[in-house]
């Protein structure tokens, strides 16, 4: 083999070298774009929102993410009665459309719990961010609100509590003197 060979055999490695550089530069490149993306887009989430103190149950759509979202349509499967002053279908949460999110921003219905209790709901919910749509599916299960219904504190429990904590404390005191 004369240097022509051997130069030859070089730069053709070099050439295969800068190709597999090149390709790991572009997926690299490609990679960083995607979490860009899922680091300051939007974030919207539907759930239902469950007030022991009021016994009231609210439909939330809030925006978690860092970038404003435009909600495109949000469909429960099944229809879920909201309170609503006139009665009118265009201020039910479900009927908005190119409804803009700003990051922390939530808009809510209350709904009538005692009418779903028991059943599953689930939510599509479509929205734009970062000129990308976005369709996600959450699912509500309502049976945990019978036990957490129940569960709510009386006045005498809450004495009897208080009544066990503070003869708690006397007795540590007392071990501590």
Not at 71 to 99: A, R, T
Not at 150 to 166: F, G, P, R, V, Y
């Amino acid at each position: 083999m004369n240097t022509i060979d051997w130069q030859f055999i070089f730069n053709l490695i070099t050439a295969i070298t800068s190709i597999i550089a090149i390709i790991f530069t572009c997926f690299s490149v490609l990679s960083a774009k995607k979490q860009e993306f899922e680091l300051n887009r939007g974030n919207v989430v539907a759930y239902i929102d469950y007030d022991i103190v009021n016994t009231s149950a609210f439909l939330v759509v809030k925006n978690f993410g860092k970038s404003i979202a435009t909600i495109n349509s949000i469909k429960p499967n099944i229809d879920i009665p909201v309170y609503i002053d006139n009665n009118s279908d265009k201020y039910k949460i479900y009927n908005y459309s190119d409804y803009t999110l700003v990051p922390s921003q939530k808009v809510y219905n209350q709904i009538d719990i005692k009418k779903i209790l028991g059943k599953t709901i689930n939510i599509e919910c479509t929205y734009t961010t970062l000129k990308k749509t976005i369709t996600s599916n959450y699912i509500c299960n309502l049976d945990f609100v019978n036990t957490l219904s129940h569960s709510t504190l009386s006045s005498t429990s809450t004495e009897k509590a208080l009544l066990a904590i503070n003869k708690s404390i006397i007795s540590l005191y007392q071990t501590l003197k």
